[in-house]
């Protein structure tokens, strides 16, 4: 038996098994409501109110301390000898790169066809919502993380939840909070499996399939698959299994490299049609408020942009809390800042670069694909880059494997923390996950598992429910962090001991 029949067989067995599940989850998770002519998936609303009601609650923290943010991945406020195992910059980095990937490319696409040119002014502002979401989830990751005796260090929702809520409410929230916390595991876990894992592998192995002569091509056989899986695997066992602090240190160096090669790209296409950028920045404006062709008018917009930026940046989720729980910092909040910058580069930045590059290229398959033809997201991406790149398939190729391997690590660093929290930190146990992590990443170039890609998007947003009902509970210590930290800036910046052992660092005046 041929691998292309065994490969084919497995996945025909997984999805026929597991397909009345995903439809089932998904329905729950995904449960739409018609409003003004559209449908409204209530999770999306649930991350939006979240947003807003963040933004309101900490006085618009991501617009006031946006400078001050900057000013701490700059490492003005490192405190020597704090307890963590990243500095600011590789936390940010290493949580941006489970964000920034295929949605940026392809999701966008799909968002401007669907929604038209306006869907980006709301994507944009989802985005500046997320940011005080994410604000609030990554203070309490870094607050209720735990130090473990080798120094490593362990966070994300699975910890804040039981710890925050027995602190607040006593017995009875700590009864909650395991119960919370052991879903949230679960959830994390099966997400990186497949979500962030064979997803990815799967995604960027197809992209280079399209480069290379497609199925006539040299990795268009299973051969070439498997070749293409191992190889992705390799590199993946080798970086995992030197923690967050080898992750970190490639996720510093791949997350700037790809978004620079990207923005690069963007910025080309734009330049060389500079004349159209006023009509398309106008098309954008005018679209979010007068949308012409569709379905539901500004609402229908705003609820497209909305998701697809909510699905962009996992503002809400829990997930980034547990990279950014590894830095060195004596202050939670210092993180919670530096953590806002991630929608803000995931979804203000990238995302609007990919619209705005549709958008002023007009390329053919866009028009097609609002037409309502179904036409790839990733296609129309890549021939808005093409009609002045023609050879730019392949650095959009480079691009997604970039992103494919940078998400790989973080959402593999993201599962094995889940994995040990459920059951425990043995050797054996972080070797056990390890391997079952790394053996995906070749099933991700041979299968598809579409089913169990799509239970995993419901499984990982239905965290977004648990996750937040937490952060409303815990919010007011979010508040008493920022306080501290504020004032801690205010003394370093009026050149006064801290007490932190790092006084011979020069005051930084900044806005605080």
């Given at each position: ?402 992103f494919a391997v940078s998400t790989v690590l973080t959402w593999g660093y993201y599962g094995l ?96």
């Amino acid at each position: 038996m041929s691998l292309d029949s065994v490969t084919q067989s497995v996945d025909e067995a997984v999805s026929g098994f597991f397909e009345p599940i995903a439809k089932w989850l998904g329905e729950v998770v995904f449960y739409t409501v018609p409003v003004g002519g559209t449908d409204l998936p209530l999770i999306v609303a649930w991350l939006v109110v979240a947003g807003l009601v963040f933004t309101g609650w900490f006085g618009f923290v991501q617009l006031r301390k946006f400078r001050l943010a900057v000013d701490v991945v700059r490492g003005r406020y490192d405190e020597k000898g704090s307890t963590g195992e990243v500095n600011h910059f590789q936390a940010l980095t290493a949580a941006v790169s489970g964000t920034v990937g295929l949605g940026n490319i392809a999701g966008v696409a799909v968002a401007v066809s669907i929604g038209g040119p306006g869907a980006t002014f709301w994507m944009i502002l989802c985005g500046l919502l997320g940011m005080a979401t994410k604000f609030v989830e990554v203070t309490l990751g870094v607050k209720y993380r735990e130090v473990h005796p080798d120094g490593t260090v362990s966070g994300g929702p699975m910890h804040y939840l039981p710890k925050g809520l027995t602190e607040r409410f006593g017995k009875n929230g700590k009864t909650l909070g395991k119960v919370l916390a052991v879903l949230a595991s679960f959830l994390i876990l099966f997400f990186g499996l497949f979500g962030g894992n064979l997803f990815q592998v799967n995604q960027s192995y197809a992209q280079l399939v399209s480069v290379t002569g497609g199925e006539d091509g040299a990795l268009g056989s299973s051969a070439g698959a498997l070749f293409f899986g191992i190889l992705i695997a390799a590199l993946v066992g080798i970086v995992l299994l030197g923690g967050i602090r080898s992750i970190a240190n490639v996720t510093s160096r791949l997350v700037p490299a790809m978004a620079g090669i990207y923005i690069v790209a963007c910025l080309i296409v734009i330049l060389v049609n500079i004349t159209a950028v006023p009509d398309a920045v106008a098309s954008i404006v005018e679209g979010a408020f007068n949308p012409e062709g569709v379905a539901g008018g500004v609402l229908g917009a705003l609820i497209i942009g909305f998701k697809r930026a909510a699905f962009s940046n996992e503002a809400g989720l829990g997930s980034a809390p547990i990279a950014h729980s590894a830095v060195k910092t004596r202050h939670p909040a210092s993180e919670g800042l530096v953590a806002l910058l991630e929608p803000f580069i995931d979804t203000v930045v990238v995302c609007t670069m990919t619209a705005l590059t549709i958008v002023i290229a007009n390329p053919a398959s866009w028009g097609e694909a609002r037409a309502g033809e179904d036409i790839g997201g990733v296609t129309i991406t890549s021939d808005a880059f093409e009609t002045v790149l023609p050879w730019f398939p392949y650095i959009l190729t480079v691009a997604v494997l970039l992103f494919a391997v940078s998400t790989v690590l973080t959402w593999g660093y993201y599962g094995l923390k889940s994995w040990t929290y459920l059951f425990g930190r043995s050797r054996a146990s972080e070797v056990t996950y390890k391997v079952v992590y790394t053996v995906f990443a070749v099933a991700g170039s041979l299968l598809t598992l579409q089913t169990l890609i799509d239970m995993a998007d419901a499984f990982l947003f239905t965290l977004a429910v648990i996750n937040i009902i937490g952060l409303y509970l815990l919010a007011p210590v979010v508040k008493r962090e920022l306080a501290s930290f504020l004032e801690f800036v205010r003394a370093r910046n009026a050149g006064e001991d801290t007490g932190n052992g790092d006084d011979d660092q020069k005051p930084v005046k900044t806005t605080v």
